[in-house]
């Protein structure tokens, strides 16, 4: 939740709003985006899994996959490094301590200067980073449990840009705390082999600051929660303001499982997998504000009219989101003759989610006929609960400035008065977003290597996005009365208005349609050369469920908006890549060259803009038959051009990517990694015939020292 958009969780799309530092807010936080992997150290990470597709039952509150890290703790020697690269340096020390053949702890201390952008001095942060894991097992080795905490504490300056005029200060402090415990006994039983629990706390605490210099003109803004008319404040033409976030998100997590390993008497193996986990989501920060007389003037008022107002919102005002599950899941494996396997998971999940409940079958299946050739597929469904910074925005505010804007009165100064509408606030009617995954490969072993092949299909429904709501309210006509000191208003009749407002729903769905495949070449032994080739073509198509609004090209017609289907999207994509990796192990030397190559991409989201209905003036939905929405001597002042959106690639896009390794053999061990290492900058004309560079990752240099001693 940490970002200062307004009460509407991005969805009237004021960027300006989001401007800690680089004018987005992943310059120091993830809004809506889920974990920050910078936030992870390295030194300790035993295993990296990433599960696309389907995954076991096992794995929840997900969509499209996940990424299990999996870290060690036991004796090591001190291990220390510098790394840098572009404008980010970054040292580590760790070392594994035996306490005795028992009990082992690890211990690392990390430490980085990071700047996104070095042409931006406000991008600029420090982070220090401390993990201590103890180890410790039973006598007889049948229980063991592993403790870990890990503290970041983000010191921040209040950094500032000389050559910004206006005078832009940022600051960002962010403490956070993770603690977590595993634990495994093997109890050998007859109705259990292994009881595993899972369990962790995270607290975090983030304090994010910017103050600017506005030079716009006079202006208007209410603080008021309250419907009805409220003397302005007025804000003066040139002034400080300031946005605050304070946020301090706490979550937990809790998984127990149960594991049992049975062998048939026709010798099939299950291995039987039941558990049940919690989560819990909150947070307790006082949320976004301002201070002083800072409120931001993006939305304030300068003339007659009405816009959505900020208000300030507490986050401790948004509810704990708890998440209970439960599965069970079999492994099945037969062993056959001439190398004949057949192995089937089959698995069932159940979610609990903001109240809403699911069942989620998970199947995953092979059968290989020998060594050679093997059968493979799998489907499953799963389902991600909103955000917080999703299901709660606070009460929204439409402020109107009435009569003829702010008034000049002797002997009052400035004055105005402003009629605040309460909107419906958050957004409680969102959903989970669901999920399906189905997949079909083969995997075919040649001498030389093996070939993997899969189709897959994925769907996603009820994801989110924001839709626009039509409101019809009534505005007071106001006279002034400056005879009083101060000026005093008279209501002198009223008026109606229309206008727009904005939640989120869950109205959208995406299909995901391809095949890749990847070669894996046996070393070349006389080389010691490792060789991979990939490739992927994907179809994507987006399908959001809402409609669109467009003001009537001619106001005086009973028509005043047109509403028309939203635009779907298609994309294709057609990439290929490459992986060489090349040791000289007699002077430990690894040198490993990745390629990428964008043959095909097309985008395209052409649609005809006829109207499906359309609002009267007081807001109100009329549908147009469909025989009458291409008539233009009706409904012409409602037809919008074509939209044309079919972009294709011009030219193909390469890049490549260079590591090299040097190990010394006497604890020391130098890389030096390069990002499109010859330097690439492919082009393109857009429709306006304007050459542009398409985003690809740009030229980037970083080297490595380690030390083990």
Request: cysteine-free; aromatic content about 12%.
């Amino acid at each position: 939740m940490q970002s200062f958009s307004p009460n509407t969780s991005g969805a009237f799309g004021y960027n300006a709003g989001n401007t800690f530092g680089d004018g987005s807010d992943n310059t120091f936080s993830n809004a809506n985006y889920g974990f920050d992997l910078r936030e992870v150290p390295t030194n300790n990470i035993e295993e990296i899994k990433v599960i696309q597709g389907v995954a076991p039952a096992k794995y929840g509150d997900m969509t499209s996959g996940l990424v299990l890290i999996q870290t060690k703790v036991g004796e090591t020697p001190y291990r220390a490094s510098i790394s840098m690269r572009d404008a980010t340096s970054e040292y580590n020390l760790s070392k594994g301590f035996r306490l005795s053949s028992r009990n082992f702890i690890n211990a690392q201390a990390n430490f980085l200067q990071s700047n996104s952008d070095p042409r931006n001095s406000l991008t600029k942060y420090n982070r220090i980073n401390g993990n201590l894991s103890w180890k410790t097992n039973n006598l007889s080795s049948t229980l063991t449990n592993t403790l870990s905490a890990n503290i970041s504490y983000r010191a921040d300056e209040l950094k500032e840009d000389p050559d910004d005029f206006a005078n832009a200060k940022v600051k960002d402090d962010r403490t956070s705390i993770r603690i977590s415990n595993n634990l495994k006994w093997n109890l050998k039983k007859d109705w259990i082999d292994t009881f595993n629990v899972d369990a962790n706390f995270n607290y975090e605490k983030s304090n994010s600051y910017k103050e600017e210099w506005r030079n716009v003109g006079n202006a208007a803004i209410t603080t008021s929660t309250e419907e009805g008319i409220h003397q302005a404040i007025i804000i003066p033409a040139q002034y400080f303001y300031n946005m605050n976030v304070e946020g301090i998100p706490i979550s937990s997590y809790l998984n127990i499982e149960g594991n049992k390993s049975i062998t048939t008497k026709n010798e099939w193996i299950h291995t039987l997998s039941v558990g049940i986990s919690t989560r819990t989501s909150s947070n307790q920060g006082r949320g976004r504000y301002t201070t002083g007389n800072g409120v931001p003037n993006y939305l304030t008022l300068s003339g007659s009219g009405g816009s959505l107002g900020y208000r300030d919102y507490n986050f401790r005002n948004a509810k704990t989101v708890f998440q209970f599950s439960a599965y069970a899941e079999d492994q099945i494996t037969k062993y056959y003759a001439d190398n004949v396997v057949l192995k089937l998971d089959v698995g069932v999940r159940y979610e609990n989610q903001l109240g809403f409940s699911s069942l989620q079958p998970r199947i995953n299946t092979s059968y290989a006929f020998n060594k050679f050739f093997r059968l493979r597929g799998g489907f499953g469904m799963a389902s991600k609960t909103p955000s917080l910074n999703q299901l709660y925005t606070g009460k929204r505010y439409y402020d109107y400035l009435l009569g003829d804007g702010i008034y000049s009165v002797p002997g009052t100064g400035l004055i105005g008065w402003i009629q605040t509408f309460e909107l419906p606030g958050d957004n409680p009617n969102l959903k989970p977003i669901r999920s399906m995954n189905s997949e079909f490969g083969t995997d075919l072993n040649f001498k030389f290597g093996t070939l993997n092949v899969t189709g897959f299909y994925n769907k996603m429904t009820d994801g989110i996005s924001s839709v626009k709501d039509p409101f019809y309210r009534t505005v007071a006509e106001i006279a002034l009365n400056d005879t009083t000191t101060p000026a005093l208003y008279t209501v002198v009749g009223e008026k109606n208005i229309g206008f727009f407002s904005s939640e989120l729903r869950n109205n959208l769905k995406s299909e995901d349609l391809g095949v890749e495949a990847f070669m894996t070449f046996n070393r070349i032994k006389p080389l010691n050369l490792d060789i991979q080739l990939n490739a992927s073509y994907i179809q994507t198509k987006n399908s959001p469920n809402k409609i669109d609004y467009e003001a009537s090209s001619v106001q005086s017609e009973p028509e005043k908006y047109a509403v028309y289907k939203a635009l779907n999207t298609k994309t294709d994509q057609l990439t290929l890549g490459s992986n060489f990796n090349y040791h000289l192990r007699k002077v430990g030397l690894l040198m490993s060259l990745r390629t990428e190559h964008i043959l095909l991409m097309n985008h395209n989201r052409n649609q005809n803009r006829y109207p499906i209905g359309y609002l009267d003036g007081q807001m109100q939905y009329h549908a147009i038959p469909v025989q009458d929405q291409t008539n233009t001597d009706l409904y012409g002042h409602l037809i919008k051009t074509q939209v044309k959106g079919s972009e294709s690639l011009q030219n193909a896009i390469h890049n490549v990517h260079l590591r090299l390794s040097k190990d010394f053999m006497n604890g020391f061990k130098v890389s030096v990694y390069t990002t499109n290492v010859f330097g690439l900058k492919p082009t393109y004309y857009n429709s306006n015939g304007v050459k542009l560079l398409y985003p690809i990752a740009q030229f980037s240099l970083g080297g490595k020292l380690e030390y083990s001693f």
